[in-house]
């Protein structure tokens, strides 16, 4: 299975998107992510010992992952700052690759978004990191053979953002 189109709940492989259908477990009814992707009027078939299977096949699979954390630099201007990705898309225009900084670059053993927020405002953080705890306005990149992946953490968890190869080379 494709990592990218596994869903989970609370780091937990619960379901996979099929097409546009999201097929999750049945022991999962009524999960905060399920619930999600209903309101988003995402379409949602439920099924039996999909969770079961899912783990099965990730932990037969090699982890590790390239990830690299950016955050906001100091000088940016604060009105960029810890608002949603909507809002900077409608006040700003996007993202600006420049106004923001690398403070780390490793390995992890996860390229789950939700997982890495979980590792990256622990209380012992991982060894190369020298940023505050992940808040609204970061970005991960999740760096795989084919390119990378981002998420802006927004309001309420990860925005998937498509980053042009412009924005990639800025700063």
Known sequence: MDNSKLIRQGGVPVGYMDGKTAVLDYD???CAIGKRLMQTGCAVRWQSGV????????????KGY????????????PGRKFIGYE???????GLCVSDYTVVFDG???T?????LYERFNEKELPKGYCGHRLSVSDLLEVCHGSGSD?????????VPVRMTKEEKTEG
Do not use: I, T
């Open 28 to 30: 999962f009814w009524g």
């Open 87 to 93: 809002e900077l898309c409608g006040r700003f225009g």
């Open 66 to 77: 390239r990830v690299r954390v950016h955050q906001l630099r100091a000088e940016v201007e």
């Open 111 to 115: 390229g789950q978004p939700e997982e």
């Open 51 to 62: 969770a079961k299977q899912l783990n099965a096949e990730e932990s037969g699979r090699e």
């Open 150 to 158: 981002w998420w802006y953490l927004d309001l309420e968890g990860f």
């Open 107 to 109: 390995q992890m053993d």
